[in-house]
């Protein structure tokens, strides 16, 4: 479990950096060009207890800087994805069962609300 990996679990705000932009913008007219639509969604991030008020309010920082720089949508808003350290397996990139079943469902909110 993740205890046994000594993982610090802080609230962490996600980055992007502009290389990373401009190749989803790239793959995202590819895509386009072929007769595709790409969509952005939130990964689940990993908290300890409820997410503090400074740290939604980051993350929501975030996600209007992907919205104003990425040229396709943005579907998911972050602060449904955060997750207690209880819902990951051995990483903080691995849910458990439960934490997959709980995304999987905020996921498919996100995709039928476009």
Same mark, same amino acid.
């Given at each position: +479990?993740?205890? &046994?990996? &000594?993982?610090?679990?802080?609230? *962490? ?11 989803? /913008? &790239? ?8 007769? $595709?639509? +790409?969509?952005? $969604? $939130? *990964? ?5 207890? $409820?997410? @503090?008020?400074?740290?939604? /309010?980051?993350?929501? =920082? ?5 919205? &104003? ?9 972050? @602060?449904?994805?955060? *997750?207690?350290? /209880? ?7 691995? #849910?458990?069962?439960?934490? =997959?079943? #709980?995304?999987?469902?905020? #996921?498919?909110?996100?995709?039928? @609300?476009?």
């Amino acid at each position: +479990m993740l205890d &046994e990996l &000594e993982i610090d679990v802080g609230e *962490y705000c996600p980055e992007i950096s502009n290389i990373c932009v401009n190749r989803l /913008n &790239e793959l995202n007219s590819y895509i386009q060009e072929r007769g $595709a639509s +790409m969509v952005i $969604a $939130a *990964y689940p991030i990993i908290v300890k207890e $409820a997410p @503090s008020t400074t740290f939604l /309010n980051e993350l929501e =920082a975030f996600q209007t800087q992907l919205e &104003e720089q990425l040229t396709c949508p943005v579907i998911s808003h972050f @602060s449904d994805y955060c *997750y207690d350290e /209880n819902y990951f397996f051995d990483t903080i990139y691995h #849910l458990t069962d439960v934490g =997959a079943d #709980l995304r999987t469902e905020q #996921l498919i909110k996100d995709l039928r @609300s476009i």
